[in-house]
């Protein structure tokens, strides 16, 4: 079997082979450019100050980790999908959980209302994000919600919430206290 997106009820019926290489390998691929670029403008925004809370190699197994739970999170609740799941959002959405967590009070720069630019809280703009996450999949009515994994960014942020406290260094590199 090829190795690629994640698809829950192969999954669920594989007997963890080769299911578990796909939630790696599903981390990895995109449905298009914007998929990729929306992801990475996520990643650049909010993974550089939790990569310094950490250090690069803690970073790197805290990010599959997060992946591997978003993973998870949406295998459980999508059992008998046979849509491929693919992206890194999971792994991201942990990014940003994490980054509510050591970085509440950071000033986020968004679009607001009219296009204008405002700045925002961290802790603002992230729970909005969250929230919107969870309106959205309850929306979805369990379908694929338009083709986006809301469970797998839910189950992310969420690990990385809880994740963060297990990777963050006691003193991070920005001099905030553990």
């Known amino acids: 079997m090829k190795l690629g997106g994640l698809v829950p009820a ?52 805290f990010y599959l980790l997060c992946g591997i739970a978003a993973d998870f999170t949406y295998v459980y609740f999508s059992a008998r999908s046979h ?12 990014v940003l959980g994490a980054y509510l967590m050591i970085r509440p009070t950071a000033s986020i720069t968004t679009i607001g209302p009219f296009f204008y630019l405002i700045k925002l809280p961290a802790w603002f703009f992230l729970i909005i994000w969250f929230g919107l996450q969870i309106l959205w999949q309850l929306g979805s009515s369990g379908h694929s ?15 990385g919430m809880f994740l ?9 590199s920005l001099g905030s206290n553990a």
Do not use: C
Request: positive net charge; without cysteine; proline residues 2%.
């Open 145 to 159: 919600g338009g083709g986006v994994a809301y469970l797998a960014h839910i189950g992310g942020f969420l690990s």
């Open 10 to 61: 192969l999954f669920m019926n594989s007997a963890w082979q080769p299911g578990v290489a796909h939630m790696l390998t599903s981390m990895f691929m995109h449905a298009g450019w914007m998929h990729l670029i929306g992801n990475m403008w996520f990643l650049w925004i909010f993974g550089k100050n939790t990569e310094d809370s950490m250090g690069f190699i803690r970073f790197v197994f």
């Open 83 to 94: 849509t491929p799941l693919i992206g890194a959002s999971g792994a991201i959405s942990g």
């Open 164 to 172: 963060i406290f297990f990777f963050k260094n006691r003193v991070d």
